[in-house]
């Protein structure tokens, strides 16, 4: 049943090309709710026995000369992924209501993410997992070039650039692996036991080309530019799961293919990891624009899931895929509040500026919804990102406690920066004696003359808000929920034996 989140989505998208414009927000909810309502009978239906191996649910030849299959197959990880996609897919369109610029064509490019994002995750094909991860690239243009706002065209041309960069890694990488083992099956490359000459070389082309997508250091650049220029939806899909992409694949395909070649380079995983999250942390306590500090936030909270794939134990990896669920809630909430609830009632997102506005009195639901994003993304107990976290660096502790103790710094930095950007952003003392009313800001664009404008929080955003939020808080409380499904299925890999 899982694979009809492929179908629904894509139907969508294609359905939004012939209906009329008025109808475009609707369609987009319909299927995207649909698709997280498919995960969901998935997620509770498919027992977790099941879910311990990497189950086959569809199988048709495709191009069979070539050994091509259509081929999907499902797992505790790539179920938990499906999950946090419909999450953040239907919060990305109900951040979306209102737009008006080529509604049809917005949604359009937003499903095709979506529908791609869902085929990556459970793909059990080489070639079509590779098919789907392409995919998501010209969509993903799109929406920041024609959407986007901060330098939008160089941060579309950046996202697309360092995309085909490890695309043509990866492509590399699938290629060694067919022209070696003649099979592009997932289930049966991971029986082949490849040469360790070939591993040395072939995992770190896949592991990095997949790992550009995933925000490593140094190859993260693109990550903070991207989030800046997209508009608020394509924020969401960045941070909530395109990064999650590379993590997912890297684990899934050059780790438990290439089980000695990681054994061999799993050190410098951890190495970049921790310089990742430290550094990532320390330039976004530098930055003065919103989304800039959440998008440095992103790479250094993605350092913790490569750091936790370094580990090589059960525990670790499966925080790391916790972290991946965790974080692509945290973030999508993170960017919703910046780019939709902020920026566009007041046309910035200067901290500095911010902060003679007095938004916690103005907007107290966002105040609300940031507070919580916050906590979260710091890790406060109670949410999912401490879950994750802990998870991690109790498995990192076994493997690589100087990392843990390093690490630590730069949890340290993402407090710092995390209350620094809530304090500026909605508790700075107002710089106008002028009393703001509920629903009503400041706004001091040129710094010449002042206006009120109404700002109410819709309907829209605040069901978006509270569905991430509710995620994120249930998973905190209750992180049992997905490590029993995901634990048995990372304890199947083959790295691990």
Not at 168 to 177: D, M
Not at 426 to 431: L, Q, T, V
């Amino acid at each position: 049943m899982i694979a009809w989140t492929i179908y629904i989505t894509f139907a969508g998208a294609v359905l939004l090309l012939f209906m009329p414009r008025i109808f475009a927000r609707w369609i987009a909810l319909a299927t995207t709710a649909a698709g997280l309502v498919t995960s969901l009978i998935a997620f509770f239906q498919i027992s977790i026995v099941d879910l311990a191996t990497f189950k086959t649910i569809v199988r048709v030849p495709w191009v069979p000369m070539l050994g091509m299959n259509y081929h999907l197959a499902v797992d505790g990880i790539s179920l938990t992924m499906a999950f946090v996609t419909g999450l953040v897919a239907v919060a990305s369109v109900l951040f979306s209501w209102d737009v008006e610029h080529r509604p049809s064509e917005f949604f359009f490019w937003l499903l095709l993410v979506v529908g791609g994002s869902y085929g990556v995750f459970l793909s059990a094909d080489l070639f079509l997992l590779f098919l789907f991860y392409e995919l998501v690239i010209v969509p993903k243009y799109f929406l920041i070039a024609i959407w986007g706002s901060t330098n939008k065209e160089y941060g579309a041309m950046k996202l697309t650039l360092y995309s085909f960069f490890g695309g043509a890694l990866v492509f590399i990488g699938i290629i060694a692996a067919y022209v070696t083992a003649g099979s592009l099956d997932l289930q049966q490359l991971a029986q082949f036991q490849f040469t360790p000459q070939l591993q040395s070389w072939a995992f770190p082309v896949l592991f990095i080309g997949f790992a550009v997508l995933a925000g490593i250091w140094p190859l993260h650049t693109w990550a903070p530019t991207g989030h800046v220029a997209a508009p608020t939806a394509g924020s969401m899909l960045l941070a909530g799961i395109v990064m999650k992409l590379g993590s997912y694949a890297g684990l899934r395909v050059a780790m438990n293919l290439f089980p000695q070649g990681f054994q061999a380079w799993r050190v410098w995983i951890a190495v970049l990891a921790v310089i990742g999250i430290v550094y990532a942390a320390g330039v976004a306590l530098r930055q003065r624009d919103l989304k800039f500090v959440i998008g440095y936030s992103s790479v250094s909270h993605m350092g913790f899931v490569l750091l936790g794939f370094a580990t090589a134990n059960v525990l670790g990896v499966s925080g790391a895929v916790l972290q991946m669920f965790s974080h692509g809630v945290i973030g999508a909430l993170l960017f919703a509040v910046a780019g939709r609830m902020v920026y566009r009632r007041t046309h910035t997102r200067d901290l500095n500026t911010l902060s003679d506005m007095g938004l916690s009195r103005a907007l107290p639901f966002a105040a609300f919804s940031f507070v919580i994003a916050s906590a979260a993304s710091m890790g406060i107990p109670g949410f999912s990102g401490f879950a994750a976290e802990i998870t991690i660096l109790i498995g990192a502790w076994k493997a690589y406690p100087l990392a843990v103790w390093i690490t630590g710094t730069g949890m340290v930095l993402v407090a710092a920066f995390t209350l620094r950007a809530l304090k500026k952003s909605f508790f700075g003392e107002s710089a106008s004696e002028v009393r703001t009313q509920e629903g009503r800001v400041l706004v001091d664009a040129d710094w010449k003359e002042q206006q009120n404008i109404t700002v109410r929080i819709t309907m829209a955003e605040k069901c978006g808000a509270c569905l991430l939020m509710f995620a994120t808080l249930g998973v905190g409380l209750y992180p049992k929920l997905l490590l029993d499904r995901v634990m048995p299925a990372v304890g199947a890999m083959r790295f691990l034996k």
